[in-house]
């Protein structure tokens, strides 16, 4: 049964839920905040679906192809400055959702404490996916839905970290032509309970129930990585990485990690499940100085030809710069 599984082997994405035919997987969430699958034994047929299906659990095939790597940023200021990296993420999302498909992604939630896997069906709803979580999203049912959009026929674009997007294609189990999956560069899943600590000191302090998170805001400029947090009582918080124990504590000091993400399986180039990766491209102050870098700028990873399709339909919003060899192999020791 899938509560075997050890700790560092893990990812918490709540596939093996979705994938029971009983409903006997359920989740209990130990000391540090992450959730872990708990099968109950009455319930439970034996057939070994949980284990079968689990990404944890499979080996990973290469990806032979050479990946295409570009720097890209939106050309409507708005966009970028209220994007986590340059707009890459919401430029492709709007172009698919005007397409007629649906998009897949994390929210915040009502409470601003939490966040969780939507299916985005209106552009109120995509504007709630779009930003960096920075802490574990609950994927609980969100497999069975998407699955449900594409028999339907309806164009997915599914969001989410690396092992995210390998519990949906392990879930699914074969390709769907309608099904386009987009990671980000991952440096780690921080505990749910650890930002929701973060979020009740600052309304003690405040005296105030937040109403927006906005992590990696740029009123001080991208690199700051500054947290903008607003109060019910019209007050505001901002701190750079500096000064926000959150931030700092994440970046510079690891401590809110999964244990999982410490033996990553799926930090790999190329993608193996992904078409498109997308985050924050930090070294392109080596190669292009003159840029503007303090309103953001994207990396856009290519792994396949519905990635290339995709990048293709926003060529005219966005501007961009294709690396050489030499920058592409520079730029891909950041993540190893």
């Known amino acids: ?82 994007s986590t990296s340059g707009g890459a993420f919401w430029e492709i999302a709007e172009k698919f959702f005007d397409n007629g498909g649906v998009v897949v992604g994390s929210r915040y939630g009502k409470d601003w404490k939490s966040a969780e896997h939507i299916i985005a069906k209106s552009k109120k709803e995509l504007l709630q996916i779009k930003g960096s979580k920075y802490f574990q999203s609950d994927t609980a049912g969100i497999y069975n839905k998407v699955k449900k959009e594409l028999d339907a026929g309806k164009e997915v674009l599914f969001c989410g970290t690396p092992c995210q997007v390998a519990a949906i294609k392990s879930f699914l189990g074969k ?24 979020i009740n000191e600052l309304e003690l302090s405040y005296k105030s129930k937040v109403v927006e998170v906005h992590l990696k805001n740029k009123e001080k400029g991208w690199q700051s990585l500054a947290s903008q947090v607003r109060f019910e009582n019209g007050k505001e918080s901002i701190k750079d990485k500096n000064e926000d124990w959150w931030v700092k504590g994440f970046i510079f000091n690891d401590l809110y990690t999964r244990e999982s993400c410490y033996n990553c399986r799926y930090k790999v ?30 990396a856009v990873i290519i792994h396949s030809s519905k990635g290339q399709k995709s990048f293709e339909e926003i060529e005219n919003n966005i501007q961009f710069i294709e690396s050489d060899v030499e920058k592409i192999k520079a730029w891909n020791s950041c993540l190893n």
């Open 269 to 298: 180039l190329p993608r193996v499940n992904s078409d498109i990766t997308i985050g924050d491209f930090w070294g392109i102050t080596e190669f292009h100085k003159k840029m503007d870098h303090e309103l953001g700028v994207s």
């Open 1 to 82: 049964m899938i509560d075997c599984l050890k700790k560092e082997e893990c990812t918490g994405c709540k596939m093996c839920a979705d994938i029971c035919p009983k409903g006997a997987i359920s989740f209990e969430t130990d000391e540090q905040g992450f959730w872990y699958p708990k099968v109950d034994g009455k319930l439970c047929i034996h057939c070994g679906l949980c284990k079968k299906k689990c990404p944890s659990l499979k080996d990973i095939k290469l990806n032979d192809r050479q990946p295409e790597v570009y720097s890209a940023w939106s050309k409507n200021d708005k966009v970028r400055i209220s």
């Open 175 to 198: 390709e769907y032509e309608n099904l386009y999956c987009m990671d980000f560069i991952c440096r780690s899943i921080n505990s749910p309970k650890a930002f929701k600590a973060y």
